[in-house]
């Protein structure tokens, strides 16, 4: 039975408004973090590029395998919030500790927690987000819940700027001002429901039996593992304003650049693959990243990574949610955050090989060479893509019951 009409909030199902909400606290918190961060690890502890790129994708790659566990076992349990409150809640007690953090072996062991919390949390809160959307709406849904991550996205670079002189320049009471600000996040999770999950009926032993039952998901996973080789962690991508003569305090600028391109293009493009489908989408997103790469590779001023950055906004836009929305229309609903797990393990993974070997090839050959790297496996990742022709010949998902 179709959910109420009452029971919207701005015209979107009530989880899946709250759980924008998370989000957007969240990434509110984490960007604000994030967006400095190349310049604390660089600069205050004199950390090198390649170990910038290592320490990201090595964060990422433990939060990868994660999310595949934390997915199998919400399908098991039948548990979505719960496990998501968990992930959310281990990230957020991490952020004020980089206050006192002096060395670079500290901050890994810090992202490692932190990671481990987003690998909790991912694939059973998407899970619920799409249990929570109609099956006609998972674009808009995804786009929303992506921009309001990218609003987050804006609010932490942009309050970093602002509030940096304010603190003289001190990162780390940045850091806890950016841990209270990651409270909010709980408190959004206080207003979301579980919807009806569907339990896996045979024993709690874990395989990939996944990629049998679904063979077209197996070749959307490969390509996405396939392109994901050249997309290269966007913290060592701020490293390349610094090189063309950007003051440090504007970097955060640069990232906000990026995610107001993002925040503006979500739902559109959301909206769009609703409309003319997912595998038409995508694609163009992969091309926008290409653009991105090629410009920051050959720039030669400040306005063109300013560009690069934008095109790197589309990239996301076109792809982060809707990449989750096509996954839950090629899975059972049994398997749905497993088959979200397996998408983020494969993004995540294929970023920790990016990280380094573009971390490498810039540390001993220059920023171009790392950048001319990750547009030639982008393009492999794209012709992959579109030469594989699998599509959601029908959608799995059931309709929602009333919440």
Do not use: C
């Amino acid at each position: 039975m179709a959910e109420e009409r009452g029971k919207r909030i701005f015209g979107l199902r009530k989880n899946v408004f709250f759980l924008g909400l998370v989000s957007l606290f969240n990434d509110f918190s984490n960007e604000m973090i994030q967006s400095v961060m190349p310049v604390f690890l660089s600069v205050t502890l004199g950390v090198s590029p390649v170990f910038v790129g290592i320490i990201e994708g090595a964060a990422d790659a433990v939060a990868s395998f994660l999310k595949i566990f934390s997915g199998w076992l919400s399908d098991r349990t039948g548990k979505r919030k719960s496990i998501a409150v968990l992930g959310y809640a281990l990230s957020i007690s991490m952020r004020p500790i980089y206050a006192f953090a002096t060395s670079f072996s500290q901050i890994v062991k810090l992202r490692m927690v932190d990671r481990i919390g987003k690998g909790l949390r991912d694939s059973p809160r998407d899970a619920l987000l799409s249990e929570s959307s109609g099956p006609e709406e998972l674009g808009r849904s995804f786009g929303y819940h992506r921009a309001m991550d990218a609003i987050g996205g804006i609010a932490g670079p942009l309050a970093a700027v602002i509030m940096l002189p304010m603190l003289g320049g001190s990162y780390r009471s940045l850091f806890l001002i950016a841990f209270i600000v990651g409270l909010f996040v709980l408190l959004s999770f206080v207003f979301v429901k579980d919807v009806g999950t569907p339990k896996k009926k045979s024993s709690l032993s874990f395989n990939i039996g996944i990629f049998r039952e679904h063979k077209e998901f197996g070749y959307f996973l490969t390509s996405i593992f396939i392109f994901g080789m050249g997309t290269l962690p966007i913290t060592l991508m701020l490293l390349r304003p610094i090189e063309l003569g950007a003051k440090l305090a504007n970097i955060p600028l640069m990232y906000l650049a990026y995610s107001l391109t993002f925040v503006l293009s979500a739902i559109p493009f959301g909206r769009l693959s609703d409309k003319v489908g997912e595998r038409i989408v995508i694609p163009f997103g992969f091309i926008a990243a290409i653009a991105s790469y090629v410009l920051l590779a050959f720039a030669g001023s400040i306005e063109a990574a300013v560009l690069a950055f934008m095109f790197f906004g589309v990239y996301s836009a076109a792809t982060d949610g809707i990449e989750r929305a096509l996954t839950s229309k090629l899975v059972r609903p049994e398997s749905l955050a497993t088959g979200q797990g397996f998408l983020h393990a494969a993004v995540g993974i294929s970023s920790l090989l990016a990280g380094l070997i573009g971390g490498l090839l810039w540390t001993n050959f220059g920023s171009a060479y790392a950048f001319i790297y990750g547009a030639g496996f982008s393009v492999v990742g794209l012709i992959f893509f579109m030469v594989m022709g699998f599509r959601s010949k029908k959608n799995l998902l059931p309709e929602l019951k009333s919440e």
